[in-house]
């Protein structure tokens, strides 16, 4: 076959041309340390570093964004909740003066003082705190305080609370007892002594509640209603008890309404064996009969009762209660249901997702606010008895009269007895106060426990994440860099190629057939 010059130049361009393609390419692995620039370099390469990169991605999503945040989140708060137990701690001693000593006039306000500024810190500080905006107890509603941030008085609630036998108790209370009056005499004070007598007491959630229906009720619909249920453990054939509950302000309630729901003599017959709802303290006192029957069957019931007013720092119902709100303003009416397992949860592996949240329902017990406020009320009731002995002693000073002197001692000798009652009253009171930070530390300890096991285990899935980026970055390096000691010999193979065949061709090209002629 005959070569033409043409033929050696058209082979030449085309061995210079795939010469200078290779040293491009492995110019280009040794510039950017990698394999391939496009997936037509190597289709096994290219399918594989995507699922590679993929996997980093999600891993890294997990592990650097929602691992991190919900962490970050349960630190937090872990954080407050061990602040709320330490506050709980610092009442401890406060209580135990009271409940150890009688306390006099200045000293039991300084300790109802303090004891205010931690129920304040735990529920204004702690349990309304927010992690980057969110609220952190308030379940699904992140957006909206766990407080009232100011009063608010066009909201009214139907609130729906929950309660078993044992959360009745027993209280001491005063009865009877002598006041001043101008026309009574001894004999008269010496009738009017003082008893202390036991009721058999339950405190709602919310104090100053309605002694009526909220606005858009049905018809017929009274200020509370008790539902009794059995339980489990209830015995067979056990009877839900039927009553009548007669409502009343704790200040038009005298020694005879307590004595008469308490023995079920109460008028008309329909109140017989029933309950007193004192709407302004948010005090149920029941019967001797019906708090038999609950404890005899082991009764849990619901009381549904009405709340109108609510002052700055409240809790909201719907963050511990199923309950309805009425606006008086836009005459809108919003249901809620029960806050129970209200997760907020995150995905931090591969179908694998951690709750995040606990809720205040069951971290913070409102018991701290009631038992303060049932404190605050037997010691006004003290600092009460206390100015009328005050009372009683200067007017005996300034008594000249013997007959009205003595009268005036016997009503002294009364006041005296009821005050050594009221301070049973009160012990009692700091009694249950110690109890109450008992109960509700248990039940911080509860949720501390529940957040830990949770948390820990989002950082051992941490972890696992951690060592699964470090692998997936090994086995991507592997896949797509090329080793640099390779690349550079590569690159010098393919510069001498190149160079070779620019010489040998200079030298082909060089001769014709007229070099022979």
């Known amino acids: 076959m005959r070569v033409t010059n043409s033929m050696i130049s058209n082979s030449s361009r085309s061995h210079i041309a795939n010469a200078k393609y290779e040293l491009m390419k492995r110019e280009n692995q040794y510039t950017t340390q990698?394999?391939?620039?496009?997936?037509?370099?190597?289709?096994?390469?290219?399918?594989?570093?995507?699922?590679?990169?993929?996997?980093?991605?999600q891993i890294e999503q997990y592990a650097d964004k929602n691992v991190k945040d919900a962490i970050e989140w349960m630190d937090t708060t872990d954080s407050a909740l061990e602040q709320i137990d330490k506050i709980l701690t610092l009442m401890k001693p406060e209580l135990s003066k009271g409940y150890n000593d009688y306390l006099g006039l200045e000293e039991r306000h300084s300790v109802l003082s303090v004891l205010k500024e931690y129920s304040r810190a735990i529920f204004e500080d702690q349990a309304n705190a927010d992690y980057s905006g969110r609220y952190m107890f308030t379940g699904y509603r992140t957006d909206t305080s766990l407080l009232f941030p100011n009063d608010v008085k066009n909201l009214e609630y139907e609130i729906k609370q929950k309660f078993t036998s044992n959360d009745i108790d027993t209280i001491k209370y005063v009865s009877g007892g002598a006041s001043y009056n101008a026309g009574s005499s001894a004999d008269d004070y010496a009738k009017q002594v003082p008893k202390q007598d036991t009721a058999y007491h339950l405190k709602l959630a919310y104090d100053n509640c309605a002694n009526s229906a909220i606005t858009g009720a049905a018809a017929g619909t009274a200020a509370i209603n008790i539902a009794f249920r059995t339980t489990s453990s209830s015995p067979a054939g056990a009877t839900l008890p039927t009553m009548t509950v007669t409502t009343m302000a704790s200040t038009d309630a005298g020694a005879d309404d307590f004595a008469n729901i308490l023995t079920g003599n109460a008028t008309p017959p329909a109140t017989q064996f029933g309950a007193l709802y004192l709407y302004d303290t948010g005090e149920i006192i029941f019967s001797s009969a019906i708090y038999s029957q609950i404890r005899e069957n082991n009764l849990d019931f619901d009381i549904t009762y009405n709340k109108k007013e609510f002052d700055k720092s409240d809790i909201r119902p719907e963050m511990?209660?199923?309950?309805?709100?009425y606006n008086t303003d836009s005459k809108k009416t919003i249901p809620y249901r029960d806050p129970e397992g209200q997760k907020i949860q995150y995905e931090v592996n591969y179908s694998q997702l951690a709750t995040v949240n606990t809720q205040a329902k069951d971290a913070i017990n409102t018991e701290m606010y009631r038992a303060i406020d049932y404190l605050e009320k037997t010691i006004l009731k003290m600092d009460d008895i206390?100015?009328?002995?005050?009372?009683?002693?200067?007017?005996?000073?300034?008594?000249?009269?013997?007959?009205?002197?003595?009268?005036?001692?016997?009503?002294?000798?009364?006041?005296?007895?009821?005050?050594?009652?009221?301070?049973?009253?009160m012990t009692e009171a700091f009694g249950k106060g110690l109890t109450m930070v008992a109960v509700c530390q248990q039940q911080i300890n509860v949720a501390l426990a529940d957040l830990g096991s949770r948390q820990k285990r989002v950082e051992m899935t941490y972890d696992q994440l951690s060592d699964q980026k470090i692998d997936t970055e090994e086995k991507l390096s592997e896949n797509e860099d090329i080793n640099i000691a390779d690349a550079y010999i590569n690159l010098t193979q393919a510069d001498n190629l190149y160079q070779a065949s620019l010489t040998a061709t200079s030298k082909i090209l060089g001769n014709s057939l007229l070099n022979y002629i």
């Open 34 to 57: 990698k394999k391939i620039l496009r997936p037509s370099d190597d289709p096994t390469i290219a399918i594989r570093s995507l699922q590679l990169r993929t996997t980093y991605s």
């Open 386 to 425: 206390e100015k009328q002995i005050k009372d009683a002693e200067t007017m005996i000073g300034n008594e000249t009269d013997e007959t009205k002197k003595a009268d005036l001692e016997k009503l002294k000798e009364m006041l005296e007895t009821e005050q050594r009652l009221q301070v049973g009253c």
């Open 320 to 325: 511990y209660f199923e309950c309805k709100s």
